[in-house]
């Protein structure tokens, strides 16, 4: 006895069966390598007028901390944009500005930890550091590096994290944020 030959599936782009993120070429009898990725339906979104510009609306605490900017920040607003996605639900910006790390950036300190944030094509860098163990905080103005440590700052010590700030003021704003967000004594700003 025969068994009846299983349907033939005609070739096409489908969902592959192992990424949902692409899609797979099936040639009528087998998967073969080549995929490509799936369309993300984008939902429908109001066209704006020709002299309107219209940004992602930002959480209130981060558009409060970016009306304070005095440096610009200059090729870091899609970190801005993206930087709520980074935060806890309960957690508020209170100041924030432009920084490099290993790209052009957005240092953020929040009520409960300092946070920078680059997002490029290639990589991505998210560097943070709690209050519980934050100790130090220095700006060094000749180098303008903005510097978090963990211990107490000797000659050997190496920071959390060290990024560079070019704007003297957004460096002290954000300084001042974190010496009153600590809420504790031992946060030494430097």
């Keep these: 006895m025969t068994q009846p030959a299983p349907p033939i599936r005609p070739a096409a782009w489908l969902p592959d069966p192992l990424d949902d993120a692409l899609l797979r070429y099936w040639d009528s009898r087998q998967w073969t390598f080549h995929t490509v990725d799936r369309p993300v339906e984008q939902p429908a979104t109001p066209i704006a007028a020709a002299d309107e510009v219209v940004t992602p609306a930002l959480r209130p605490d981060v558009a409060a901390a970016l009306d304070l900017v005095r440096g610009g920040l200059l090729g870091?607003?899609?970190?801005?944009n993206l930087l709520g996605s980074y935060l806890h639900p309960e957690e508020r910006v209170l100041a924030?500005?432009?920084?490099?790390?290993d790209g052009v950036g957005v240092l953020a300190c929040t009520d409960r930890r300092l946070v920078f944030l680059f997002v490029g094509l290639l990589r991505r860098q998210f560097l943070e550091v709690d209050w519980n163990r934050a100790h130090t905080v220095t700006y060094d103005q000749a180098s303008r590096y903005f510097a978090v440590y963990t211990t107490r700052v000797t000659k050997r010590t190496v920071p959390a994290f060290a990024v560079r700030v070019?704007?003297?003021q957004d460096a002290q704003a954000v300084a001042h944020a974190a010496q009153q967000a600590s809420a504790a004594p031992r946060l030494d700003i430097v």
């Design 76 to 80: 870091s607003m899609k970190e801005v």
């Design 96 to 101: 924030l500005t432009g920084a490099q790390g």
């Design 166 to 168: 070019a704007n003297l």
